[in-house]
């Protein structure tokens, strides 16, 4: 087996396992109105900064999509916008660890995190933004504690 296939092979499996992780995490929810907020985050806010943009990603998204699932989808199809948007927030956080080193990049993911509950206006108003923002903005932060600190961890263990 070429090296290019084993390497593709460890990444699909990565993406695959901390997709899973994300759906464990979609099982400890942040109580909130909406109900789909949770620690689904952390593994793809990990990927984000282990693996990259695509990989990061991928697990951004379906970690909320396996959240949503989780609490029924409370915001109907709205979900799907709300996946490609922590798909962004991967990107992001890959984008500017890069460029800005892993602190940064957790922050900028956060922040896009949280300044994505405009999405939900159009379903629940611009009232549910003052309750749903702060809520949104430390489950956030949690995610990305929690990745950074694996990610910390993992670089020592790995990295040497």
């Not at 993406?15 to 109580?31: C, K, N, Q, T, V």
């Not at 951004?60 to 109907?76: E, K, Q, T, V, Y």
């Not at 890959?94 to 892993?102: D, E, F, L, M, T």
């Not at 702060?134 to 990295?159: D, T």
């Amino acid at each position: 087996m070429s090296e290019n296939i084993k390497r593709r092979a460890k990444i699909l499996t990565e993406i695959a396992l901390f997709s899973a992780i994300s759906g464990i995490g979609a099982m400890i929810p942040i109580p909130s109105p909406i109900g789909s907020i949770a620690l689904d985050s952390f593994p793809g806010y990990f990927m984000a900064l282990w693996r990259g943009k695509i990989e990061g990603a991928l697990v951004c998204a379906i970690g909320h999509l396996l959240s949503a699932i989780r609490a029924g989808f409370p915001l109907g199809l709205l979900h799907i916008a709300i996946a490609l948007l922590m798909a962004i927030v991967g990107l992001t956080i890959a984008i500017i660890k890069n460029k800005y080193g892993i602190t940064m990049g957790l922050i900028g993911g956060i922040i896009l995190n949280t300044i994505g509950v405009i999405i939900v206006v159009p379903v629940l108003g611009w009232g549910a933004i003052i309750v749903i923002t702060p809520i949104l903005f430390l489950a956030s932060l949690i995610n990305a504690i929690i990745a950074g600190i694996i990610y910390k961890i993992l670089v020592k263990i790995y990295v040497k």
